[in-house]
C-alpha cells in the first residue's frame, strides 16, 4: 500500500508542470519568485501530488478554476519543501468561498453558560480532514508578499500542527530532543507578545498570535515567510526554530533577490 502510493507519489513530482500551470505559480505565489531554479523544481512536483490527492469544492456560487487550485496547492506545498511529508494527510478537502463567510462558533463561558455566535472567516483548518478558505482573502495575500498576512500558509500552518493529534502549536518535529528548545523558546515568545500586547505596543508579529499557541505558531509561520527580516531581527531566537523546522532560510533570500523587486 504504502510503496504502492510512494511510486506513485514519485511519478507525480516527475511530471513537467503544465505551462499555464506554471504561469498561475508565477503571477500569483510571489514567494516563488524569490527561490533558488532547484526549490521551483521542487516546489512543482509537490503540487503535482497535492493537486492529484486533495478535493477542491466551491462555495457560496464559487466556480472553481485551475487558478484557484494551482494558487491555493502552491501556496501549501512552500511548507512542504526541504521537509520529509506526506502531503498533510489528514486533509481531505479544501472548500473555497468566494469572500469572507459566515461561520457558527460556539463558546463556552466560565460559569458553564454555552452560547453560539456568528463570525466572519477568512479561512479555518478543521481536524475532520477539511481546510476552508476565502479566495478573496488568498488573492489578497498574494498580492502583497511582505505585508505579514497569507491566509493560505495560516491555515496549513495549522494543519502541520495537527499532524501530531494535538492542536497546540508545536508540529511534529524530526527529533525528540529539538522538543525542549521548540517549547522554551515559543512559549516564552508567545508570553512575549502577551505583554506587548497588554502595554498598548505592537510587534511585527501579528495580534492575533496571542489568541492561543497554536495561533502564534500559524501567525509566525506568516511572519516567517512574509517578513523574514523583520521577524529575524527582532526574534532571533523565533526565526531560528522555525528555519530549522521549515528548512527555508526567508530572509536570505529576501537580501538575494531584493534587486530584482517583486509584486
Avoid at 514567494?31 to 478535493?55: I, N, S, T
Avoid at 478558505?133 to 491555515?155: F, K, T, Y
Avoid at 496549513?156 to 511534529?172: C, N, S, T, V
Wanted: aromatic residues 10%.
Amino acid at each position: 500500500m504504502f510503496e504502492l502510493k510512494g511510486r506513485r507519489r514519485r511519478r507525480l513530482r516527475e511530471k513537467p508542470l503544465p505551462p499555464e500551470w506554471l504561469e498561475i505559480v508565477r503571477r500569483n505565489v510571489p514567494y516563488y519568485r524569490r527561490l533558488p531554479e532547484e526549490d521551483r523544481r521542487e516546489l512543482h512536483g509537490h503540487v503535482q501530488v497535492f493537486l492529484a490527492e486533495k478535493h477542491f469544492e466551491g462555495c457560496g456560487g464559487l466556480e472553481l478554476t485551475e487558478e484557484i487550485r494551482v494558487t491555493v496547492a502552491a501556496h501549501a506545498c512552500i511548507l512542504l519543501l526541504h521537509r520529509r511529508t506526506d502531503y498533510y494527510p489528514k486533509l481531505k478537502s479544501i472548500l473555497i468561498y468566494p469572500h469572507v463567510y459566515v461561520a457558527r462558533n460556539v463558546k463556552r463561558r466560565q460559569n458553564g453558560l454555552v452560547y453560539e455566535q456568528d463570525e466572519t472567516r477568512s479561512g479555518e483548518s478543521w481536524d475532520r480532514g477539511m481546510l476552508v478558505l476565502s479566495w478573496e482573502d488568498v488573492r489578497r495575500s498574494a498580492a502583497d508578499i511582505n505585508d505579514g498576512h497569507n491566509v493560505v500558509l495560516h491555515e496549513f500552518a495549522h494543519q502541520l500542527d495537527q499532524e501530531d493529534g494535538e492542536i497546540d502549536g508545536a508540529p511534529g518535529l524530526p527529533r525528540r530532543s529539538r522538543y525542549a528548545a521548540w517549547a522554551r523558546v515559543l512559549g516564552e515568545e508567545y508570553e512575549r507578545l502577551i505583554r506587548t500586547l497588554e502595554q498598548h505596543r505592537r510587534d511585527v508579529i501579528d495580534d492575533y498570535g496571542a489568541t492561543s499557541p497554536a495561533e502564534f505558531f500559524a501567525v509566525v509561520t506568516e511572519s516567517f515567510f512574509t517578513k523574514p527580516i523583520p521577524l529575524k531581527n527582532r526574534h532571533p531566537e523565533l526565526y531560528e526554530q522555525l528555519r530549522l523546522f521549515y528548512q527555508q532560510d526567508p530572509a536570505a533570500l529576501e537580501r538575494e533577490r531584493a534587486p530584482e523587486g517583486f509584486a
